[in-house]
């Protein structure tokens, strides 16, 4: 059995920038993975362990342009 990976919203700043690993469908909503604001994902995808934390560092060499996209 795997371990769970599970986080909650309050976790992470409203504005705080997150990677979404995989799809998530709420019923008025679906959410592609990538990178999205805290705010702007559904709770049920935190809860689920879809949502991973981007360090400061990554999301630096983001701005620059260095990561291959």
Do not use: H
Not at 32 to 54: H, N
Request: hydrophobic content about 35%.
């Amino acid at each position: 059995m795997g371990i769970e990976n599970r986080r909650w919203k309050g976790l992470f700043a409203p504005t705080e920038v997150v990677e979404l690993k995989q799809m998530c469908l709420t019923p008025g909503q679906i959410f592609q993975p990538g990178r999205y604001k805290a705010e702007d994902l559904p709770d049920i995808a935190f809860e689920m362990g879809l949502v991973e934390g981007i360090s400061k560092a990554e999301e630096q060499k983001d701005k620059t342009g260095d990561i291959d996209k």
